[in-house]
């Protein structure tokens, strides 16, 4: 089981984690399986016979699965059929209809038809906020994420894979509630749906009041900018590598001359600018949505900053997904990580080429001399740390990606013994290189 990062309460984070450890705590409550729970339990009494968390799909569901498609080289091409290894966590499969039954349930408080799924107080126990970062800000309830558009208060849940997009909006005020689903990934079509359904049917006139900036000395000003880190990453296994790619994980916030902090999200040549409102609040006065990479991203009108008890930094927050991102020390920083690991390659690869070409010119040259025997076991140590070094880093580099998530695949954990082969051989090298230095066989310059 991963470690806890933070106490309960203090940072959101999604985790599919998280929805597969109650999927589980429903299994050992109920003495079935998941998949039977809900089906007895939601589905089979909202008449939702389409739906199901079972892989691989039953029989007469499967003839009607959808053919997802991925966009490469300018053209669609269909996919192959997903499995989601997270099971309960994305793996149901549903129809738009069936859908309709169970946000209707949830508009009228459990109740569907003559069916009640829950009763009336838990549902209105799930609907409500029950986490935030900042009154200001939208935060989660049971299960759904809340956001506010056009002056509503909007709940619901997006679904992707790499194949299929979908996106639930519930307006309980309203009694109103969309579903859009889709085959394909495409995060910038969804959001301007939804942006387009609330300017249409909840128009809002003129760009509203403009965000008035409070006086915020230099100095005050100074203690946020910095590196920042999405903290949705794995802490205690080997997928916390993942934290490095600097696209999706690096945050950067600079400080303006006229006060305003500028914001970069997800690497990306993009920028958002805020000006502080209160203390360790501010809004946002330029930038809006944008279109990165496939995804329209708008960080959200709101940012925050939390402090320790001693008065520094610790996290900022943006209403987007109710995202939280720590800071960072200078060397904890992308640039920081991967500058260190080029150097390192350097290292490496000249200790490997330079070494054995050195002997060869030397011999070319006839300028060779026979090596002390404890030079020659120096030197052929630190060649042997070198190449196993540098073995072990292009391996981890190329399984880089997501999928270390999930596990450490064999051919990596037998990957994982070089380090410990190098760091005994580090130490003999280290010792040799001490004797030859003490018998006067090489200098402390070579």
């Known amino acids: 089981m991963p470690k806890r990062v933070e106490a309960p309460g203090v940072v959101h984070s999604y985790s599919n984690y998280g929805t597969d450890l109650a999927g589980y705590l429903v299994e050992q409550v109920s003495g079935r399986s998941f998949d039977q729970t809900v089906e007895e339990n939601i589905l089979y009494p909202l008449g939702m016979d389409g739906t199901t968390f079972r892989q691989p799909l039953p029989e007469a569901l499967d003839a009607n699965m959808a053919t997802g498609y991925t966009y490469a080289g300018g053209e669609l091409e269909a996919a192959p059929r997903a499995y989601a290894v997270m099971a309960p966590a994305d793996a149901v499969t549903l129809t738009p209809i069936d859908m309709a039954a169970f946000m209707i349930a949830h508009l009228h408080d459990g109740e569907y038809r003559s069916a009640r799924i829950l009763e009336t107080t838990t549902a209105q126990e799930m609907h409500r906020q029950l986490f935030t970062h900042h009154p200001d800000m939208p935060g989660m309830t049971f299960g759904f994420k809340e956001r506010f558009m056009n002056g509503l208060r909007v709940i619901g849940h997006g679904g992707d ?9 519930l307006i309980p005020e309203e009694d109103l509630g969309f579903f859009v689903v889709y085959n394909r990934y495409d995060d910038a079509f969804r ?9 249409h049917y909840y128009p809002v006139p003129g760009q509203g009041p403009v965000p008035q900036a409070v006086e915020m000395s230099s100095e005050r000003l100074e203690r946020f900018p910095g590196s920042y880190r999405w903290v949705k ?22 400080a303006n001359q006229d006060t305003s902090l500028s914001l970069s999200f997800f690497g990306a040549d993009a920028e958002w600018r805020y000006v502080p409102v209160g203390q360790n609040v501010f809004k946002q006065v330029e930038g809006g949505p944008q279109l990165l990479g496939g995804l329209q991203i708008d960080p959200g009108d709101t940012l925050v900053f939390q402090e320790n008890q001693t008065g520094e930094v610790t996290y900022g927050f943006v209403s987007l997904q109710n995202t939280a991102f720590e800071r960072l020390a200078w060397y904890e920083s992308a640039d920081a ?19 054995p070409l050195g002997a060869l010119l030397d011999r070319l040259r006839k300028r060779s001399r026979a090596p002390n025997p404890a030079q020659r076991r120096a030197k052929w140590v630190g060649w042997i740390v070198s190449a196993l070094n540098l073995v072990f880093l292009l391996a981890i580099l190329l399984s880089f990606g997501e999928g270390l998530v999930y596990g450490i695949p064999l051919p990596i954990r037998v990957i994982l013994v070089i380090p410990i082969v190098t760091g005994i051989l580090s130490l003999a090298f280290v010792a040799l290189t001490v004797t030859a230095w003490m018998r006067g066989y090489w200098s402390l310059v070579g």
């Open 161 to 169: 894979t790499q194949t299929f997009a979908s996106q639930m909006v």
């Open 233 to 254: 990453y794995p802490r205690s296994t080997l997928g916390k590598l993942i934290a490095l790619i600097p696209g999706p994980y690096s945050i950067v916030i600079q």
């Open 191 to 199: 959001e301007q749906l939804i942006s387009d359904f609330f300017d």
């Open 337 to 355: 990580q991967m500058g260190t690991l080029g150097a390192l390659l350097l290292l490496f690869v000249s200790a490997v080429v330079v070494w």
